[in-house]
């Protein structure tokens, strides 16, 4: 009998940013890999730092659907919001591409919704609002998607774990070794509820001591800040006009109407997928 197959989509969270092991990344998947069975799972990362849905979807669904995984992660959407190209209705398309790929190929699907940047960040609030509104919307449509395809989903977008500060690496955007194998925890505990997790839970506790204050300070003044510049420079220009029209909105009381703006978006994109699968059936 052949080994589990367990394959990771995704970008730099699932890559493993913030979890140093040598030379590289462990990340949450790989903690997590460990424990899907009683003997080893055959575990391929394929997430890279940077990912958008469009990477996800041309670039990493072939090479994941190849191996023909039994279970499969796809966490993804971050990297889109933080981008001026922002389109709610083609992030919804590439991901119901994806999950429809491997639901007809019978894997488990694992996916999650995540915190909004802004308010990771730390940014000003007329700042963080559109960011905020951007990360609502994608995670509206992997809810409504992961439903549609009997995904295992975790609410990771929530719970005490986004303010506390031991879970998360110096860049803010990006847990910690903690933080990961918090991630690993739960989704091991969702698996396990569905009776598809035989192994050991990985373990809650860090295995390496936390960096200390001046190694952080470090990495984000260097790699961190680098990082965060070269997935936000385009999209800056757009933040500021996205700024200060809620400034405006605000001023005139009128802010509801940006959240149901949004609202009216993420509904049109998951209609118009309902539309595109309905046409075949009236051809």
């Not at 990297?79 to 001026?84: E, G, I, K, P, V």
Request: net charge neutral.
């Amino acid at each position: 009998m052949r080994p589990l197959r367990f394959v990771a989509l995704g970008d730099s969270l699932t890559e493993g940013v913030g979890d140093p092991v040598g030379d590289g990344w462990r990340g949450w998947a790989a903690l997590l890999a460990g424990g899907l069975a009683d003997e080893p799972a055959h575990f391929t990362n394929l997430a890279v730092s940077g990912s958008q849905t469009h990477d996800v979807l041309e670039r990493q669904l072939p090479a994941a659907l190849a191996l023909r995984p039994d279970v499969v992660s796809v966490v993804v959407g971050v990297n889109d919001t933080l981008r001026c190209t922002f389109d709610i209705h083609a992030v919804a398309a590439r991901l119901d591409s994806v999950y429809a790929a491997f639901a007809e190929q019978g894997a488990v699907l694992l996916t999650a919704c995540l915190p909004d940047p802004g308010a990771m960040l730390g940014l000003p609030g007329a700042l963080a609002r559109p960011l905020a509104r951007r990360q609502r919307a994608v995670n509206a449509v992997v809810h409504a998607l992961s439903d549609r395809y009997g995904a295992l989903h975790l609410h990771a977008c929530e719970g005490a774990w986004l303010t506390d500060r031991a879970m998360w690496s110096a860049d803010r955007l990006h847990p910690g070794e903690r933080g990961h194998r918090q991630l690993a925890v739960r989704f091991h505990a969702l698996l396990a509820e569905h009776g598809l997790a035989t192994g050991k839970a990985p373990s809650s506790e860090p295995e390496f001591p936390a960096p200390t204050r001046s190694a952080s300070l470090w990495w984000l003044a260097t790699a961190g800040t680098g990082w965060v510049a070269r997935r936000c420079t385009d999209l800056l220009p757009q933040l500021l006009t996205l700024a200060a029209d809620e400034i405006r909105h605000r001023a005139r009381g009128t802010s509801a109407r940006l959240d149901l703006r949004t609202a009216h978006a993420v509904s049109a994109a998951l209609a118009a997928l309902s539309v595109g699968e309905q046409q075949p059936d009236a051809a």
